[in-house]
């Protein structure tokens, strides 16, 4: 892929709209990356996006952050990371700065209370729409090892309330004897 201003100003466009306009943190921002660089700008595909927002997930720091991060790198090295960085921090680096000054006249706002509470139920909805995409994208390649962790992951969480760190290294440690199961089955062929 040629690198060029346009490519450039197209990637930090998207990533500081996709910032700027996304409520609820990570796991909301995360998914429409996915969506804006797998599917509309068909730059990543699908596994590619999978594999480096887990790898996001499992890195110290904010998920959108680290995601944007390795997406710009994996698009064009240190300039694209740099650069889709930028477009994710700078949003929220105004919004904050912006909000810091008016604060303390909105903070008992009933107004602006119920419009996040609204965003909230948006944000759910969004976090379901990605579940969905994900867990169907597995069940479409028939990897029933993977439905499993995710089943298995889900019911740890939610359910038997295990700590999250706990489950990744699980779910990493499954995957990983995974790949070296098939990866010595391949060599035996």
């Given amino acids: 892929m040629k690198k060029d201003l346009k490519f450039y100003r197209t990637l930090f466009i998207s990533t500081f709209s ?29 596994e590619e996006m999978i594999n480096l927002i887990a790898i996001s997930q499992s890195s110290p720091g904010a998920i959108a952050v680290n ?21 994710t921090v700078l949003p929220p680096l105004i919004i904050l700065t912006a909000i ?43 990897r029933a090892v993977s439905a499993i962790i995710m089943l298995g992951a889900f019911i740890a969480a939610f359910w038997l309330d295990i700590n999250v760190a706990f489950i990744i290294l699980a779910s990493g440690a499954i995957g990983a004897a995974m790949v070296i199961y098939r990866e010595r089955k391949r060599r035996r062929v």
Avoid: C, H
């Fill in 18 to 46: 996709l910032s700027a306009f996304t409520f609820g943190g990570g796991y909301v921002i995360v998914p429409l990356m996915r969506k804006k660089f797998v599917e509309k700008l068909k730059w990543i595909d699908e």
């Fill in 67 to 87: 995601t944007s991060i390795l997406v710009g790198y994996k698009l064009a090295g240190i300039p694209g990371a740099l650069i889709s960085t930028l477009g």
């Fill in 100 to 142: 810091s000054f008016v604060y303390n006249q909105f903070k008992d706002n009933a107004v602006v209370n119920a419009a996040l509470k609204g965003m909230q139920a948006g944000i759910a909805a969004v976090i379901i729409d990605v579940v969905y995409d994900l867990a169907a994208g597995i069940i479409k390649k028939k």
